[in-house]
């Protein structure tokens, strides 16, 4: 789906009335209204021609709620695979840690991941 009113506003931006649109985009007058009032979704091609013409990205006639929902998922995802990250460090953590307080596991061992468990051992001990 895309918004209709988008085409409006740069039709109106650039002083064209419907029918020197239409005749640009040699469609006609009943077309550009259906588009500007959602009736009528252009089809991939004539949405390439209609942003060509209009000098403007295709995802500007996106609507709004469509964009922030895109950018939502965005979001969820980045955060879903830094908590994967973070689990996964927790895990490894989790291991050293039971390593090192059954004794299997040598004070000098120099793993990064040592070091920001060490503290914890000592104090456990």
């Known amino acids: 789906m895309i918004n209709g009113l988008k085409i409006r506003e740069l039709r109106e931006k650039k002083n064209l009335n419907i029918g020197q649109l239409a005749e640009a985009l040699e469609v006609s007058r009943q077309i550009v209204t259906s588009w500007e009032t ?3 979704v ?3 091609k004539r949405l390439k021609q ?7 990205d295709e995802k500007c006639f996106e609507p709004v709620d469509e964009i922030e929902k895109q950018k939502e998922t965005s979001t969820i995802k980045s955060l879903m695979d830094h908590i994967d990250a973070l689990m996964a460090e927790k895990a490894q953590l989790l291991n050293l840690l039971d390593k090192a307080l059954s004794g299997n596991f040598p004070e ?7 070091r920001k468990i060490w503290p914890i051992v000592r104090m456990a001990q």
């Open 108 to 114: 000098d061992n120099r793993e990064v991941p040592v």
């Open 42 to 44: 252009p089809n991939k």
């Open 38 to 40: 959602n009736k009528l």
């Open 50 to 56: 209609i942003s060509a013409y209009f000098e403007v």
